[in-house]
């Protein structure tokens, strides 16, 4: 079974640093992408990131932009967000998902249905 094992998270201080990691097991397809998303509380689910195995080709949401970063390592296929100048508002559950469906996901790169399967989360937690 196809498994996606996301960790990394912790307690940071505002400003500071975290990288989180999505590892993909049992994948046997050669394209797909690989999203990030995150929960609050009492917030709705929102992606922030993704990215495409076969090109690299990537999509942020604006509350990110500039200072999460998106990588993939496909030898290892495991995918990274390192998160950099944190605030208090990135305070969240962190998950990570995958899909297949390239052309789906190319006009909805960081909504929830494009995605196929999903990871348990990791909790980050962004202190002021």
């Known amino acids: 079974d196809v498994q996606l094992q996301a960790s990394g998270g912790g307690l940071v201080q505002a400003g500071g640093s975290l990288r989180l990691s999505c590892a993909v097991s049992?994948?046997?397809?050669?394209?797909?992408?690989i999203g990030w998303f995150r929960q609050a509380p009492g917030k709705e689910r929102e992606g922030i990131s993704t990215?495409?195995?076969?090109?690299?080709?990537?999509y942020y949401a604006d509350s990110v932009k500039g200072r999460f970063t998106i990588s993939s390592d496909n030898a290892k296929k495991t995918v990274y967000l390192q998160m950099s100048s944190l605030e208090p508002e990135d305070t969240a559950v962190y998950y990570c998902?995958?899909?297949?469906?390239?052309?789906?996901?190319?006009?909805?790169?960081?909504?929830?249905?494009?995605?196929?399967?999903w990871g348990q989360g990791t909790q980050v937690t962004v202190s002021s």
């Open positions: 998902a995958v899909t297949v469906l390239i052309r789906l996901w190319m006009s909805a790169p960081l909504v929830a249905q494009t995605y196929d399967m």
């Open positions: 990215i495409r195995r076969s090109d690299g080709s990537t």
């Open positions: 049992e994948f046997v397809f050669d394209d797909y992408a």
